[in-house]
T-cell receptor
Framework: DAGVTQSPTHLIKTRGQHVTLRCSPI?????VSWYQQVLGQGPQFIFQ???????GRGNFPDRFSARQFPNYSSELNVNALLLGDSALYLC????????????FGPGTRLTVT | GIQVEQSPPDLILQEGANSTLRCNFS?????LQWFHQNPWGQLINLFY???GTKQNGRLSATTVATERYSLLYISSSQTTDSGVYFC??????????FGKGTLLTVNP
């Protein structure tokens, strides 16, 4: 079975630009979560979506938004990029919302110059 | 929210040695996972272990939920075990809170 997939793999953007990252969950998984990992730190929770609704949000500014589609894939959008947004963005899927095992994709490495 | 503390932050071993990584959490968790992050950033699931003991080959893990800690044991370490090990805990909500990780280096 295919695991969680993310695109693109790498991305370079300029300050002030907008970026969209994409994630496809494992088949049969209905919950998708997004995490940001900066160098030297553990991943930090950004959002969780379940059945196309936002079910949780971490401590991130409104420049970060996301959505989930009917096929359970998801997009993470970041507006007005800052240098500090440079990070590895990880997507995770689980069978359903709540404390269930999460499986992570390979990530998108975003560099903001 | 839940705080997760991992120790040690760094660990250097010779191939063949055994090691124990520890994860303490500040509150009760319903979800406890151990991951190995490879050099390309992929988080590999090692264990989903909110309580009890599990083993998978040379790796095993134990979570004592009542005392709010989990241990990851690596026996007969190999160079391919090198990398960052994370534990992450979740309450009754929707998110995992990660520790800062343990950087393991296994030398030949």
């Amino acid at each position: 079975d295919a695991g969680v997939t993310q695109s693109p793999t790498h991305l370079i953007k300029t300050r002030g630009q907008h970026v969209t990252l994409r994630c496809s969950p494992i088949s049969g998984h209905k919950s998708v979560s997004w995490y940001q990992q900066v160098l030297g730190q553990g991943p930090q929770f950004i959002f969780q979506y379940y059945e196309k609704e936002e079910r949780g949000r971490g401590n991130f500014p409104d420049r970060f938004s996301a959505r989930q589609f009917p096929n359970y894939s998801s997009e993470l959008n970041v507006n007005a990029l800052l240098l500090g947004d440079s990070a590895l963005y990880l997507c995770a899927s689980s069978v359903r919302q709540g404390p269930y095992e999460q499986y992570f994709g390979p990530g998108t490495r975003l560099t903001v110059t | 929210g839940i705080q997760v503390e991992q120790s040690p932050p760094d660990l250097i071993l010779q191939e063949g040695a055994n090691s124990t990584l520890r994860c303490n959490f500040s509150d009760s968790v319903n979800n406890l996972q151990w991951f190995h992050q490879n050099p390309w950033g992929q988080l590999i699931n090692l264990f989903y272990i909110p309580s009890g003991t599990k083993q998978n080959g040379r790796l095993s893990a134990t979570t004592v939920a009542t005392e709010r800690y989990s241990l990851l044991y690596i026996s007969s370490s190999q160079t391919t075990d090198s990398g960052v090990y994370f534990c992450a805990g979740g309450g009754s909500n929707y998110k995992l809170t990660f520790g800062k990780g343990t950087l393991l280096t296994v030398n030949p």
